[in-house]
């Protein structure tokens, strides 16, 4: 069996958009880690796709635009540091915390629904020894 998440470092936020009370992020890349079970190595691959976030509260960094440096989802109890696995579609109670390269507020999105969605085929980036 083998294990994807989606790390957040280096993720590119190229736009957001506002439709309602419901927020779209433009990904340009993200980027994927993935492992075989029982190895130490893993993969690092990167796709374009989108984050669609329903009822969607916005707080935080002014320009929610650029490079994430780190990142936390809370979903309901649980806690994702900098990445979570694939697929990435939970509702209830949803935080997403990102803290974006050169920019000193971190950008908050509270919502009941988050789903990220890849659009076209995923690159292969680099192979990583642990």
């Keep these: 069996m083998s294990t994807i998440v989606w790390e957040f470092r280096g993720s ?11 927020l779209v992020l433009q990904l340009a890349p993200f980027f994927l880690l993935k492992s075989l079970a ?4 893993q993969t690092r691959w990167k ?22 440096r780190s990142g936390q ?3 309901n109890a649980f806690v994702y540091r900098d990445e ?8 209830g109670e949803v935080s997403l915390r990102l803290k ?13 629904l988050l789903e990220l969605q890849p659009q ?8 990583i020894s642990k």
């Design 12 to 22: 590119e936020i190229t736009s957001i958009n506002r439709e309602g009370d419901n």
């Design 73 to 75: 989802l809370t979903h």
């Design 84 to 91: 979570v696995p694939m697929p990435v579609s939970v509702q």
């Design 47 to 68: 796709q374009q796709g989108q984050l669609l976030i329903k009822q969607a509260t916005l707080s935080g960094s002014t320009d929610p635009v650029g490079t994430v």
């Design 120 to 127: 076209g085929l995923e690159k292969y980036v680099a192979h």
């Design 100 to 112: 974006l390269e050169g920019v000193e507020d971190e950008l908050v999105i509270d919502c009941e």
């Design 38 to 41: 029982g190895s130490i190595d």
